[in-house]
């Protein structure tokens, strides 16, 4: 059952999860480090646009924009050599993406754990995600305060 809270695009994502076995969780996660959408060439050349995500041990960065429609746009970088990481990256900037800001907001702090992953990868990959999670809404809430 979906909470309230937890936007549909997140929701989707995470029941796929919990849809598996948890011996096949790792290769979903994997097969979504494969799909971080590329950043806009506007952002390619300007790290100083990027928020270093500092909980996580891989080199994160990530970076919010909210339109003039009101929808909210997230950017993220991870190396390809710390798939896991990247995997929450993507998983975050998909299900993020098209979002309000009020939606943003309103997604539980928890969403990593509730993802079936706690016993497949490290606690501080969880805290990584974790990290990226309030940093997105706060970037959120500081652009929409703006």
């Given amino acids: 059952m979906t909470e309230p809270s937890l936007p549909d695009s997140l929701a989707e994502i995470r029941d796929e999860f919990l849809e598996l076995p948890e011996a096949d969780r790792l290769q979903l ?27 996580c041990q891989s080199p994160v960065f990530i970076a919010l924009e909210v339109d003039d429609a009101g929808i909210v746009t997230m950017h993220a970088t991870a190396p390809p050599e710390a798939p896991t990481t ?58 929409s305060a703006a």
């Fill in 86 to 143: 990247r995997g929450f990256a993507s998983i975050l900037a998909q299900g993020i993406t098209g979002l309000t800001p009020g939606e943003v907001l309103a997604i539980p702090g928890d969403f990593p754990q509730s993802m079936g992953l706690t016993r497949v990868v490290s606690p501080l990959r969880i805290a990584g995600m974790t990290g990226m999670l309030v940093r997105a809404q706060r970037q959120v809430r500081a652009l």
């Fill in 29 to 55: 996660l994997l097969e979504f480090s494969q799909e971080l959408p590329d950043v806009p060439a506007a952002y390619e050349d300007h790290p100083e646009r990027y928020e270093r995500v500092a909980e």
